[in-house]
């Protein structure tokens, strides 16, 4: 099964950018669609971004729409959050997550295998 690292969370101030990535363990990475999801404490965890299995189509969640960019680079087995404009109301755990079934997928329902995530906090 494959296992998800993420890293590059942290402190930011409104308005700046943060890049999250996200290392599966597998060199059959790409036969996995993967998602970006985020949790704030007290609440479910919800849906950002999602990627297919090659790239060429995404989805985002509207509250992050025009920017956040979801990419993927399958030769280095990494998928990328980049957040850009960010907002105190984007402080949460931050988590990636695979889905052999391809997509993307809004429903986290899909997905098979999560990553242990990782915390971004906005201050105003």
């Known amino acids: 099964q494959v296992q998800l690292v993420e890293s590059g969370g942290g402190l930011v101030q409104a308005g700046g950018s943060l890049r999250l990535s996200c290392t599966a363990s597998?060199?059959?990475?790409?036969?996995?669609?993967m998602g970006w999801f985020r949790q704030a404490p007290g609440t479910d965890r919800d849906f950002v971004a999602a990627?297919?299995?090659?790239?060429?189509?995404?989805d985002y969640a509207d509250s992050v729409k025009g920017r956040f960019t979801v990419s993927r680079d399958n030769a280095k087995n990494t998928v990328y959050l980049q957040m850009n404009s960010l907002q105190p109301e984007d402080t949460a755990v931050y988590y990636c997550?695979?889905?052999?079934?391809?997509?993307?997928?809004?429903?986290?329902?899909?997905?098979?295998?999560w990553g242990q995530g990782t915390q971004v906090t906005v201050s105003a």
């Open positions: 997550a695979a889905c052999r079934s391809g997509g993307p997928y809004r429903n986290l329902n899909y997905y098979d295998t």
């Open positions: 597998e060199t059959t990475f790409s036969n996995y669609g």
């Open positions: 990627i297919s299995r090659d790239g060429s189509a995404t």
